[in-house]
């Protein structure tokens, strides 16, 4: 199957491409964000890394057909689960909160939660970032601020445009199921980072939720999703099955990948 096949895209209008992976069918299936800059474009999140993204991004012209114009194009996971970070590896620029770069440098299956052992794959992928990206790093990222909203796993960032009221949120906050029970996801850490989300919203600095799943929503569908998040933790704070979901998928991950067993 060509790359022109394997990936989609929709303009979003003001230098915005939302870009699947068409034959990927599954919830697992990552949102791919393309952003046209000034003088940085930047790519959120990059799928599994299957087939080449910068090829079909180059093969579409997204970023204008002319090489003299062109800005250098930067890679940003929101976090390093497998199915944001796959296709880092396809860039050469790359950013990723400082709390996952070890887990993407040394391919820790238990991180990026990939469900494979190192025995399945022959020569894993290397990442090299080379952005390490904190609370409120803004430089070579377009028009776009780093928040630091840890929950979902340790190093989860929203990417804000603030002059446009955009954010890009990955996985700690979309229209469906939020999840937090893998691996270096924390409850009381995800109920701060929703705390957040409300104010961002009370404050008036959101119009629109670009998300790491599913489809892009407003400001109040934010706001109830957060604040519906806030109060099922705080009346159930025994959270028996945020617990028994945590340990069951850390049995299976270090089951399955000797190298984070020991
Ligand atoms: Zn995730
Ligand atoms: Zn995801």
């Known amino acids: 199957m060509s790359v022109a096949d394997w990936y989609a895209h929709k303009t979003l209008g003001d230098g915005i491409f939302w870009i699947q992976e068409r034959f990927y069918q599954s919830f697992n299936r990552a949102n791919i964000w393309l952003l046209r800059g000034t003088h940085q474009d930047v790519v959120i999140d990059t799928g599994l890394g299957l087939r080449s993204l910068p090829d079909y991004i ?23 689960h497998f199915d944001h970070s796959g296709g880092l590896h396809q860039f050469q620029q790359v950013g990723v909160h400082s709390a996952e770069v070890d887990a993407l440098v040394n391919g820790d299956n238990f991180e990026t939660v990939t469900w494979l052992s190192d025995r399945e794959i022959i020569e894993p992928p290397a990442v090299q970032p080379t952005h390490i990206l904190q609370e409120g790093t803004s430089h070579t990222l377009a028009q776009l601020t780093v928040l630091h909203m840890p929950g979902h796993s340790r ?60 489809n892009t929503f407003g400001a109040k569908r934010l706001h109830r999703i957060a604040t519906g998040y806030i109060s099922r933790a705080e009346t159930c704070p025994a959270k028996f099955s945020t617990f028994a979901w945590k340990t069951l998928s850390g049995v299976a991950l270090r089951a399955f990948n000797p190298r984070s067993a020991c």
């Open 58 to 80: 180059d093969a579409q012209g997204l970023l204008g057909e002319d090489p003299q114009r062109k800005n250098p194009l930067l890679a940003v996971a929101t976090h390093a």
């Open 155 to 214: 190093g989860s960032i929203c990417l804000h445009d603030r002059e446009n009221k955009l954010l890009f949120t990955g996985d700690v906050v979309y229209d469906g199921a939020m999840i937090d029970w893998l691996p270096y996801s924390h409850v009381s850490d995800y109920i701060s980072s929703c705390e957040r989300l409300v104010g961002l919203v009370d404050s008036e600095q959101v119009d629109q939720v670009l998300p790491g799943h599913y």
